[in-house]
């Protein structure tokens, strides 16, 4: 097997896994999960009216640059959404994938042949294991309060910078919920024209957010407002699981650099990795709809605006940029207090250690915890209710 897998750590819910074994939950209340961001509200129906529709379509073997049909609609979302204007986005210019889970890592194989991948800390496990699997060395670059849960680019040497060949952008944040801003995704542009390395922006938590004037800027939008026609150096990952409640669909899509995706369909091509056609209509049918995307920001809007009135009293916890987590610090340790609170109330929380690694200036995940607030509002509140019992106990 490649000596490489080793290097792989455990994901963190094996992780959280072992914490909780160890211990006997409370069983005269429910289980309430806030660990893993799988969205639990209803898919859209008319979606799962065009997958059904279109099975028999499962009999054609499905092209790995997807329909033409889909790179349209994908194309027509993105320019909308992200104000492209008579920016150049078609074809070659986007790729269909089965979730961005698969492309983040794929990409990087397809991508990087050495040196450095940078990315933040805490981070999506996914960028660390594919920068590792890839033969590159992974540098965290850590996301604290004292900077807005941003990355410091500033520190970065310009050795490391040379060193980089991808930087791994995640914006909104999981778990921080930090969103960049045009500005220092420009910056970041510049310095990938200077030293030569690759931006992949995964922005599959961008339609979660508060303000309905004030969607998350996109890199690919930074790249229009700089007059970059080809988006050279830049792509961005999106996905149909958070922003549509489709998180079993596996739909998403890097779009971009041409040059870029006309190596990394290449690659594909051998991966194996189409959408069966009946997910790339059903994948149609939502990207051309923002009326079930609405109404699913509301009701996270409504479930923030519960659990915060309820754990503000008790926890250091902000409202994020954007996304569905919150990222409150704790009493104790993020371990005993998700362990402890797992034995008292029943309710399964992840400790922020676990989406972190540790560097020179320490974990930035410890002593803070990721929640994710995607079950029911009345779930969440009861959660959040016990989660202030629990801390009032302490």
């Known amino acids: 097997m490649n000596p490489k897998l080793n290097l792989l750590q455990p994901y963190p819910f094996e992780k959280l896994r072992a914490l909780k074994a160890v211990v006997e939950p409370n069983h005269s209340l429910p289980h309430i999960a806030l660990s893993i961001g799988e969205p639990k509200h209803e898919p859209p129906e008319f ?42 986005l078609g074809e070659a210019n986007v790729l269909p994938v089965s979730g961005t889970r698969e492309a983040l890592f794929s990409f990087t194989q397809a991508c990087v042949d050495g040196g450095s991948v940078l990315m933040p800390n805490p981070f999506y496990q996914i960028y660390e294991g594919a920068a590792l699997l890839a033969g590159a060395e992974p540098v965290f670059l850590n996301c604290t309060e004292d900077n807005d849960f941003i990355p410091n680019f500033d520190a970065v040497s310009p050795a490391e910078w040379q060193r980089c060949q991808l930087l791994f952008l995640c914006s909104p944040g999981n778990p921080t919920g930090a969103v960049l801003d045009s500005g220092q995704l420009q910056k970041l542009i510049a310095l990938a024209d200077r030293y030569d390395f690759v931006i992949a922006s995964d922005e599959c938590y961008s339609e979660l957010y508060f303000d ?22 830049c792509v961005v990952f999106h996905s149909l699981s958070k922003r549509s409640n489709l998180p079993g669909l596996r739909s998403g899509f890097v779009a971009g650099d ?8 290449l690659y594909r091509t051998y991966h194996g990795c189409a959408l069966p ?20 920001r509301d009701l996270y809007r409504q479930k923030f605006d519960a ?16 996304g569905f987590y919150l990222w409150p610090e704790t009493p104790i340790a ?26 020179a200036q320490g974990n930035p995940g410890e002593n803070r915890l990721r929640l994710a607030l995607v079950a029911s509002t009345e779930e969440c509140i009861e959660a959040a209710q016990r989660i202030k019992k629990f801390v009032q106990a302490l």
């Open 47 to 88: 979606v799962l009216q065009e997958l059904t529709a279109k099975l028999p379509q499962l009999a054609k073997y499905p092209s790995t640059a997807g329909l033409p049909e889909l790179q349209g609609a994908i194309a027509a979302w993105a320019k909308r959404r992200f104000n492209l204007g008579n920016h150049s």
């Open 212 to 233: 309905e004037e004030q969607p998350p800027t996109g890199l690919l939008q930074a790249c229009a407002e700089m007059g970059r026609d080809d988006y050279s150096r």
């Open 258 to 265: 041409a040059r870029l995706l006309e190596k990394y369909l």
């Open 277 to 296: 056609v009946p997910t790339q209509y059903a994948s149609i049918a939502a990207w051309q709809d923002e009326t079930h995307v609405k109404a699913n």
């Open 307 to 322: 659990v915060l009135n309820i754990l503000g009293d008790v926890l250091p916890v902000k409202r994020p940029d954007a």
């Open 334 to 359: 993020d371990t005993d207090f998700a362990q402890q609170l797992f034995a008292s109330q029943n309710v399964t929380v992840l400790p922020g250690r676990y989406l972190a690694r540790a560097t």
